[in-house]
């Protein structure tokens, strides 16, 4: 699967607004990109979310993740859109939750790009 959001849309939907939801940063862990090495030759491979270290210490906790939904099929997943870095510092400071904005169904397509 791949989408593709326009941040900046999804910010301009959220801005002077509360959050009203929150995240388990643990939960998406697993998501944020790591390497593997494939073949004979050892290639690497970089699968999942690009964060870069050197920006995450910066990042401000209190700030909230902006999260889609995406329709597939009968489910409907919610997918941070936005604060990847955010997520990462707070499982480095074994934050258990962090606030989002979770956009709607109509607000997450109104923003896709693809």
Do not use: F
């Amino acid at each position: 699967m791949s989408v593709a959001y326009n941040v900046t849309e999804a910010k301009a939907l959220v801005v002077g607004k509360e959050a009203q939801g929150e995240i388990i940063p643990s939960q998406w862990k697993d998501w944020i990109s790591r390497e593997i090495h494939c073949g004979p030759t050892r290639k690497t491979i970089t699968l999942g979310i690009r964060v870069n270290a050197d920006h995450v210490p910066e990042v401000d906790l209190e700030e909230p993740v902006i999260v889609a939904q995406i329709k597939l099929q009968s489910n409907t997943i919610h997918l941070p859109i936005d604060g990847w870095h955010r997520i990462q510092k707070a499982i480095n400071e074994g934050r258990e939750i962090l606030t989002a904005h979770c956009l709607s169904l109509e607000d997450s397509e109104a923003v896709r790009v693809r």
